[in-house]
Every structure is written in C-alpha cells, then in structure tokens.
C-alpha cells in the first residue's frame, strides 16, 4: 500500500500564501504522476495542479499565475505554493498519487488519496 500524507493547510488573510506538502511512502515501485485536488462545501471535488515524474505540469485555467506545483522524486513529495489566496480557494485540499507499488512480491498500479488538508481565506 502507499500511503499519502498532507500538510501545511491552515488559515489565510486574503491575499497570502500558504505551501502544502504531500509525502508518499510505502511499498512504493514508481510514482507517475502527483497532483492536487480540492474539495469546497458543496461542490464537487476539482482538480488543481497536477505533475508528472518528468516534471510536466497541468494547472486548472482558473488558477495559473497563482498556484505553483513543483515535486521532489528522491523524497516521493509534492507541493503546492499558493499565492494570493482569494476566498473563493477556501476547500479541502487532497493529494493524489498514481504509479506502481510492490505487492506481494510483484509491481502492480496504485492510485491513492491522502486524507485532506483544510485551506481557509479569511480575513
């Protein structure tokens, strides 16, 4: 199994800037491709930046200029430097991750979440 572990989330005045990290580990093979995602009440789970091993990243058009995704392989880590953080990105804000573990013995694919970290723009 491969285990996804956020932090950094927290409480922001609007127009600040917070860094989430996001720590994989486990029976880990190869991790492919990390992104973040988030989740505002009542709305339905979005993406927010995604990055392969090879460092080709895709952004939610929303969010270019503001948000930077950015990965370390030898740690298995992502993160996410948001600037200028409006209202509007308050959310729940989850990790995801998709590559090949070791599963008894042989290399399989995974795909895991991590558990979410709250971000609140508010002043």
């Known amino acids: 199994q491969v285990q996804l572990v956020e932090s950094g989330g927290g409480l922001v005045q609007p127009g600040g800037s917070l860094r989430l990290s996001c720590a994989a580990s486990g029976s880990i093979f190869s991790i492919n491709a990390m992104g973040w995602y988030r989740q505002a009440p009542g709305k339905q789970r979005e993406l927010v930046a995604a990055?392969?091993?090879?460092?080709?990243?895709n952004y939610a058009d929303s969010l270019k200029g503001r948000f930077t995704i950015s990965r370390d392989n030898a740690k298995n880590t992502v993160y996410l430097q948001m600037n200028s953080l409006k209202p509007e990105d308050t959310a729940v804000y989850y990790c995801n991750a998709r590559g090949l573990s070791v599963r008894m013995g042989e290399v399989v694919d995974f795909g895991s979440w991590g558990q979410g970290t709250q971000v609140t723009v508010s002043s």
């Open positions: 990055i392969t091993r090879s460092g080709s990243t």
